[in-house]
């Protein structure tokens, strides 16, 4: 059995290797399911050994019977300014990243942070089901996707890349979005955003948007959940505070097609 087991990994690793000379750097080729699923992270590039062997690795199925209730705890407070921003297909999902110049406007204080936060970038996750979207799970049950606003601690560091690997460096607000039939009820800044995304079908493609209003995609209430906990891709570090908000954002059926049609994160243009 076990000359089986080094005989298939064997295999696996002759498949990956070939898939790494053909990919111009890691961050291109590595997915979340299959060959270059995160199960295999840790074992394909040695920088992202955490992403195995890490304790406090994200995302994570939320226990509502576990909760403790904390008191002490403050409400997030999001800048209501707007910035211009430049959305963007990685190939594994989708990024809105703030401009140079404008992403100082927009901070996140107050909830379980010490520090002042700087949101550098929202990133969309949703899968190819109505229900198979989001990275966290409450209770087991997963949400059509998940909006992660990332924002980095400009108190003690510099930019987001010095801060990822740094203590206390970033915070994450997760927001998960379900369907509604009521048009009414739909969030308004997530329809703005979902119109660009024809303009990024393919990865590396991006589109400039002139005005975002991250404070609008937040969800009418004032209670979360935190955790420490890490980036959900490579190299996982663990230096994330989450934040994951109680009420989900409404979608349309409409926009919903909108974001499962768009893009095709396996195909770049070049």
């Not at 991006?206 to 009418?220: E, G, N, T, W, Y």
């Amino acid at each position: 059995m076990e000359c089986n087991i080094i005989y298939i990994l064997t295999i696996l690793l002759t498949f990956l290797e070939r898939d790494i000379v053909e990919a111009s750097s890691w961050s291109e080729w590595w997915q979340y399911t299959g060959v270059s699923g995160f199960e295999f992270w840790g074992v394909i590039n040695p920088e992202w050994i955490l992403c195995q062997r890490g304790k406090r690795q994200s995302p994570i199925n939320v226990d509502p019977s576990l909760l403790l209730y904390d008191p002490s705890l403050k409400h997030i407070r999001v800048s209501k300014r707007s910035a211009s921003a430049e959305l963007e297909n990685v190939g594994q999902f989708v990024r809105l990243v703030l401009e140079p110049g404008t992403d100082k406007l927009i901070n996140i204080t107050k909830g379980p942070l010490s520090y002042r936060y700087t949101v550098h970038e929202v990133d969309f996750h949703f899968g190819t089901e109505n229900d198979l979207g989001s990275e966290h799970m409450i209770a087991g049950i997963s949400f059509p996707f998940e909006i992660q606003i990332v924002a980095y601690n400009s108190e003690i560091y510099g930019n987001i890349t010095q801060a990822r690997y740094s203590p206390n460096g970033i915070a994450i607000i997760a927001i998960f979005a379900q369907i509604t039939k009521d048009a009414k009820d739909k969030n308004e800044q997530l329809e703005i955003i979902s119109q660009f995304l024809p303009d990024v079908q393919f990865r590396e493609q991006k589109s400039k948007i002139r005005q975002v209003s991250i404070h609008k995609l937040m969800p009418d209430t004032n209670h979360y959940v935190t955790y420490d906990g890490s980036f959900t891709y490579p190299g996982c570090e663990e230096t994330v505070t989450w934040i994951i908000m109680n009420r989900p954002l409404h979608i349309t059926v409409q926009q919903v097609c909108i974001f499962f049609t768009y893009p095709n994160t396996l195909i770049s243009v070049t």
